[in-house]
């Protein structure tokens, strides 16, 4: 097994509605799209949605679209816990690892 070099940005969604419009600012978006364009699968935004009982794990290059409140279907998504081992395995199948 070789190792693998992934980012992930938690964020928490504090309304009742899964409303992510402005949980990032402008440095953290450009760093991810950026980084995103050198490893597709190495940048990732975990938002854990309390009311919801929800996380949902999305693509570094979908940050844009979530952060402008555009509905943007996640990769990944679990209920509250979450199930840590089916999330970083599938980040690992995203980066080519099984």
């Known amino acids: 097994m070789t190792d693998i070099e992934f980012w992930v940005e938690l964020k928490v969604v504090r ?6 419009e402005g949980l990032w600012r402008p440095g953290q978006i450009a ?4 980084r995103a364009r050198v490893t ?3 940048v990732w935004n975990l938002v854990s949605h309390p009311s919801g009982q929800s996380v949902k794990l999305y693509r ?3 940050v844009f ?3 402008t409140g555009v509905t943007v279907e996640p990769d990944f998504e679990t209920h509250l816990p ?6 970083l ?6 980066n080519g690892e099984a």
């Open 15 to 20: 309304t009742v509605k899964f409303l992510t």
């Open 31 to 34: 760093w991810q799209m950026r």
């Open 40 to 42: 597709p699968g190495g």
């Open 60 to 62: 570094g290059a979908k």
């Open 65 to 67: 679209d979530l952060n």
């Open 82 to 87: 979450p199930n840590w081992f089916a999330m």
């Open 89 to 94: 395995d599938y980040i690992g199948r995203q």
